[in-house]
């Protein structure tokens, strides 16, 4: 996922984050037209500092509806203020300057839908259905559940990027972002991009 997304800034009044889609050779960008700081974002942003890193980290997701089960990489920022995202189309990553998956506040995880060698980690990702579950591990060898409340494809320009990263209102939730809608090779890719939006389920 990938396109002719524009750069993004790194305000002091927060970071633009959205992911965007383009050619299967780079199959997941991240990009901003929208405003969604987090807390630690909007320090470095401000400060120019590293977020000092969390005691407990996500490691692992499982999403067995549609089998699977991957480990996960940190993503951060470009300098250029773009997300990061996985280097390998098998692995998801989480947004490591976003809010840890169990904590209040909107996690959010990225990953390929496909790649020049097939399909990705999120291949499949469209295909799950509201009430089905995501599990998160965690580094302290603990699991978070998180249930589907809603499954929803944004046009690129539509990215709702506050609602994704800092939509949460006090809740715990975590959204799952890939690629979607047409592929046009044309525009850059894919047009769209969809988004799993899940809240934690209850010890």
Excluded at 146 to 170: C, E, K
Aim: aromatic fraction near 4%; hydrophobic fraction near 40%.
């Amino acid at each position: 996922m990938g396109g002719p997304l524009g750069r993004v800034a790194l305000l002091l009044a927060g970071v633009l984050l959205i992911a965007g889609c383009g050619d299967a050779s780079d199959p997941l960008v991240a990009s901003s037209p929208g405003s969604a700081a987090t807390g630690a974002t909007e320090s470095a942003a401000a400060t120019g500092a590293t977020p000092r890193k969390p005691d407990v980290s996500p490691v692992q997701l499982r999403i067995p509806a549609i089998q699977v089960s991957t480990p996960l990489v940190g993503l951060g920022l470009h300098e250029d203020g773009t997300v990061e995202v996985p280097t390998n189309p098998d692995r998801a990553g989480w947004y490591e300057l976003g809010t840890v998956p169990g904590q209040p506040g909107s996690s959010v995880i990225l990953g390929h839908l496909d790649s020049l060698d097939g399909p990705a980690v999120f291949a499949e990702l469209a295909t799950l259905r509201v009430g089905q579950d995501v599990e998160v591990g965690l580094s302290d060898g603990t699991t978070v559940t998180f249930r589907i409340r809603r499954i929803a494809t944004f046009a690129n320009a539509d990215f709702p990027a506050d609602l994704v990263y800092a939509g949460s209102r006090g809740q715990t939730t975590l959204n799952l972002v890939t690629c979607g809608g047409e592929y046009d090779p044309d525009l850059g890719g894919y047009q769209a991009n969809v988004v799993v939006f899940t809240r934690r389920v209850a010890a």
